[in-house]
């Protein structure tokens, strides 16, 4: 099986705002206020032309150059393609963020409209297959791990609390205060994992996967639309879109397949007629919990 090489996970730049931090010069006032402007709102760097930017520090183009000569760039392009690169990476400062500090209704409209949009295109892109052959290897695993690190990791929490109703032998990894190596090291082709990848992933994540492949463990992937599909791969991978309205990514499409994923599951027959659900319930009533 053909090895690929790591993804890569982390960016080998350092962000205009430590290039600012750096600075031990004193600025000619037009350079100044460029620098407290892109300090503050990073994200105008990528979404701004020089021009633009002057304008909006009330500087000049020839300063806006000067400035970012100064802190380290070859040129305005380099800086905008950084920020570019940051930004699809996922880092907030790096994303679009209205001014709510009057919350309205438009705002909460806008909002809403980003996750419904969210939802429509993720749905659009699920593959009814992909689902269904997740599904039957969910139901034939011996043993089920979920993985998530970062923001993926409450997702994960949320979908093994869910899977345990329905199935033996589902654990999140790794452990709270464990490395995962040690609770993979058993893992074999008769079992299965479920990597929860969501952007700005720490480096694990795609070594964990590596291995997956190379002992032929089989591996759902969910991950967000602007992780490139040679990266993360798996068995099955469902791609959820996870742009939010501000500066923060939202899980609702991600959160709706993982509903999707569970639902289906517990129609199965080799599931079902276990009334493992059902057993649940019982004991709920027996120890008075809920």
């Known amino acids: 099986m053909k090895k690929t090489g790591p993804a890569k996970n982390k960016k080998e730049f350092t962000l205009i705002d430590e290039r600012i931090g750096a600075l031990t010069e004193t600025l000619?006032?037009?350079?100044?206020?460029?620098?407290?402007?892109?300090?503050s709102r990073q994200v105008l760097l990528a979404t701004h032309s020089a021009t633009e930017l002057a304008a909006l520090a009330g500087s000049s183009k020839a300063a806006v150059t000067r400035f970012i000569q100064r802190v380290g760039?070859?040129?305005?392009?380099?800086?905008?393609?950084?920020?570019?690169?940051?930004?699809?990476?996922?880092?907030?400062?790096?994303?679009?963020?209205?001014?709510?500090?009057?919350?309205?209704?438009?705002?909460?409209?806008?909002?809403?409209?980003?996750?419904?949009?969210?939802?429509?295109?993720?749905?659009?892109r699920l593959n009814p297959k992909t689902v269904e052959r997740a599904i039957d290897a969910i139901v034939k695993a011996r043993r089920v791990a979920v993985i998530g690190y970062r923001n993926s990791h409450a997702l994960a929490q949320y979908l093994v609390r869910q899977l345990v109703l329905l199935k033996d032998a589902v654990t999140l990894l790794p452990q709270a205060g464990?490395?995962?190596?040690?609770?993979?090291?058993?893992?074999?082709?008769?079992?299965?994992?479920?990597?929860?990848?969501?952007?700005?992933?720490?480096?694990?994540?795609?070594?964990?996967?590596?291995?997956?492949?190379?002992?032929?463990?089989?591996?759902l992937i969910l991950t967000d639309a602007g992780t490139p599909a040679n990266e993360v791969p798996g068995d099955w991978r469902i791609v959820c879109e996870t742009?939010?309205?501000?500066?923060?990514?939202?899980?609702?499409?991600?959160?709706?397949?993982?509903?999707?994923?569970?639902?289906?599951?517990?129609?199965?027959?080799?599931?079902?007629?276990?009334?493992?659900?059902?057993?649940?319930?019982?004991?709920?009533?027996?120890?008075?919990?809920?």
């Open 28 to 39: 000619p006032d037009s350079e100044r206020k460029l620098a407290e402007l892109l300090s």
């Open 178 to 219: 464990q490395t995962v190596g040690e609770d993979l090291a058993g893992f074999t082709a008769d079992d299965m994992i479920i990597v929860l990848a969501f952007r700005r992933r720490v480096p694990v994540v795609d070594q964990i996967v590596q291995h997956a492949r190379q002992i032929g463990l089989p591996a």
């Open 243 to 290: 742009r939010g309205s501000a500066q923060f990514d939202s899980y609702a499409a991600a959160m709706s397949v993982l509903n999707l994923l569970v639902s289906t599951l517990a129609l199965r027959p080799e599931i079902a007629n276990k009334h493992r659900l059902l057993q649940a319930e019982r004991l709920h009533s027996a120890f008075s919990e809920l």
């Open 73 to 124: 760039y070859k040129s305005f392009a380099e800086a905008r393609r950084e920020a570019r690169e940051a930004q699809c990476w996922g880092a907030p400062a790096f994303q679009y963020a209205p001014d709510l500090s009057s919350v309205s209704e438009d705002a909460f409209a806008k909002h809403l409209q980003s996750d419904l949009d969210n939802l429509a295109r993720t749905f659009e």
